[in-house]
């Protein structure tokens, strides 16, 4: 059975901290993980790694992957209450069937 | 509309009923999926679909019916409803695979 960990389950940090986010999997036939945002609606997508090694980045987050301990980091640096949401992290197998883990809800307070 | 789109948004339904959940997407995305998600956890799938008329068992099946007679559309059916389904539904496509994944807005579902 497939099976994705994230940790922690909740975080709070105040305005300007750093967090790092972590998903640890367990998965048959391993094609891609991938990170979403999730703000009181629909998930959208931050980031999808499929080769140990190269982080990927988008303005003050970035996420990398270890294909060999089988386990990604999510970085936010800087944080702003903007990006108080949940972090939702995916593995992905054959034909694109998902395994979700439980998130880690992050509050940035002012 | 552009994008993918679910329909109704909220359903209050009685324990026994049917009910169906709608989806339907503008891209012609070859990959579709149900998801339900409970307070304080993350999406656990429960249909899946790689092309029109072909569709798979995700990890919570039990309960749900699924179709794909064209691209656009994956209905998802409670055939009998129970309090346990009560619960927010998405719907998402995918162009192919491995690839992030466009979520539908959700349904939310409340099983009396």
């Known amino acids: 059975e497939d099976k994705v960990v994230q940790s922690p389950l909740s975080l709070v940090v105040h305005e300007g901290d750093t967090v790092t986010l972590n998903c640890s999997y367990e998965v048959t036939n391993f094609r891609s993980l991938l990170w979403y945002k999730q703000e009181k609606k629909a998930p959208t997508f931050l980031f999808m790694l499929t080769s140990s090694g190269i982080e990927k980045k988008s303005g003050r987050l970035s996420s990398i992957l270890d294909k060999k301990e089988l386990f990604s980091i999510l970085n936010i640096t800087a944080t702003q209450t903007g990006d108080s949401a949940i972090y939702l992290c995916?593995?992905?197998?054959?034909?694109?069937?998902?395994?979700f883990g439980d998130g880690t809800t992050l509050t940035v307070k002012p | 509309d552009a994008g993918i789109t679910q329909s109704p948004r909220y359903k209050i339904t009685e324990t026994g009923r049917q009910v169906t959940l709608m989806c339907h997407q503008t891209w012609s995305h070859s990959y579709m999926f149900w998801y339900r998600q409970d307070l304080g956890h993350g999406l656990r799938l429960i249909y899946y679909?790689?092309?029109?008329?072909?569709?798979d068992k995700g990890e919570v099946p039990d309960g749900y019916v699924v179709s794909r007679s064209k691209t656009e559309n994956f209905p998802l059916t409670l055939e009998s409803a129970t309090r346990s389904q009560t619960s927010v539904y998405f719907c998402?496509?995918?162009?192919?695979?491995?690839?992030?994944?466009?979520f539908g807005p959700g349904t939310r579902l409340t099983v009396t």
């Open positions: 995916a593995v992905e197998g054959n034909a694109g069937k998902s395994t």
């Open positions: 679909s790689a092309a029109a008329d072909i569709t």
């Open positions: 998402a496509s995918s162009e192919r695979t491995p690839n992030e994944q466009y």
